[in-house]
């Protein structure tokens, strides 16, 4: 070959995803996606668009601040328009944010084990990495708020382990880290608090929110930050141009405004939680309470988590397995319908038994 790229882009590995099997028999509760229906008004809203008398809006860019769903945004959580910033997914947003942050001069730090994702960013930047490993209890560690990182990231409740930091401690963090600090909640529709209170004091930190998880719209591709005036400056200079299509934008903007099929949604999704975690439990797995849409789960001593998820695979459900040396000996479970947690219950109770 006679050309090369970046170096750090030729030795870095890229982001792997979960399986995506496909399939009318398949189980898939594997990727933290939400089983339950979008909204009512997210069908509409899309029928509505495909209306050949708005084939303008097929024809023209798609709003760039997206307007519409901003609006809504700034009711529902009470920030201001401009502290509103979306991404295509929760990761633009992420994207956004080391591309504003970081440097080979100016590191990343969060605690390990967390979102894969972050260190495939800090790569592609060519930053510098600080991993801290979480406390025995999953609290804040220590060490991580006297790092020097440009860049802080704190996802709570965290993933993989689906475990939860108040926000007070947040907001300890939050003032004694040099930089910014990046809340990833792409998980709080599931946890008893969030932190979006914190940015009536604190001007260095920016929330990550995505449509993914509690909305049913991991399809579409939709995120979005409430952050500090100065941040979101920051970030719309590095988005992409036009960095949302239009059906992105009116569907999350339909599912935003039906709070209450939302909270429907959210409250069956807690409800089967409870209903996996305690049969998990009685079959002898080890698991914290979960503040997530999944569940970490410790198998019994007397099998392997290889061996269960391959069990699991020949009967067409599919879960995760990390392979990695702190978490070889866990499964991640997404909550399913009812009729899916069902069935995996069975087959873990075939495979247990």
């Known amino acids: 070959m006679s050309y090369n790229f970046r170096e750090n882009i030729e030795k870095m590995q890229g982001y792997v995803p979960g399986f995506q099997p496909t399939g009318p028999d398949v189980i898939k ?10 909204a009512p008004g997210v069908f509409q809203a899309l029928a509505n668009l495909a209306n050949p008398a708005n084939a303008g809006k097929f024809q023209k860019y798609p709003p760039v601040m997206w307007d519409d769903f901003r609006k809504v945004a700034s009711k529902l959580h009470d920030v ?17 944010l080391v591309r504003c942050c970081c440097d080979e001069n100016r590191p990343m730090a969060y605690p390990v084990p967390t979102y894969t994702l972050y260190p495939i960013l ?13 406390e025995e209890d999953f609290d804040i560690p220590k060490a991580l708020f006297e790092t020097d990182a440009a860049l802080t990231i704190l996802c709570n409740p965290n993933a993989p382990t689906g475990t939860f930091v108040t926000p007070t401690k947040i907001a300890e963090l939050a003032k004694a880290v040099k930089g910014v600090l990046l809340i990833d909640e792409a998980y709080a529709d599931f946890a008893p608090d969030n932190c979006l209170k914190l940015l009536q004091t604190c001007d260095n930190i920016a929330i990550l929110r995505s449509m993914s998880k509690g909305y049913s719209l991991a399809g579409m591709r939709f995120g979005y930050c409430l952050t500090s005036p100065r941040i979101a400056k920051a970030m719309t200079k590095v988005k992409d141009s036009y960095n949302i299509n239009i059906a992105a934008q009116v569907a999350a903007t339909a599912a935003l405004k039906d709070q209450k099929h939302f909270q429907a ?4 999704i ?3 939680r409870a209903r996996v975690t305690n049969v998990l439990r009685e079959l002898g797995f080890k698991l914290s309470d979960s503040n997530t849409n999944f569940l970490l789960a410790t198998v019994p001593a007397a099998t392997t988590a290889a061996d269960i998820f391959e069990k699991l695979t020949e009967k067409n459900i599919y879960i995760r397995y990390f392979n990695t040396p702190e978490l070889a000996d866990k499964l991640r479970i997404s909550i399913g319908t009812d009729q899916q947690n069902t069935k995996l219950i069975e087959a873990l109770q075939e495979i247990l038994k």
């Open 270 to 272: 807690i409800t089967q």
């Open 265 to 268: 949604n959210r409250d069956l």
């Open 122 to 134: 800090a790569d592609i930047q060519n930053c510098p990495v600080i991993e801290i490993p979480f």
């Open 29 to 38: 509760i594997n990727s933290n996606e939400n089983p339950c229906s979008p």
């Open 80 to 96: 201001p328009e401009e502290q509103i910033i979306c991404g295509n997914g929760g990761d633009e947003i992420l994207t956004m």
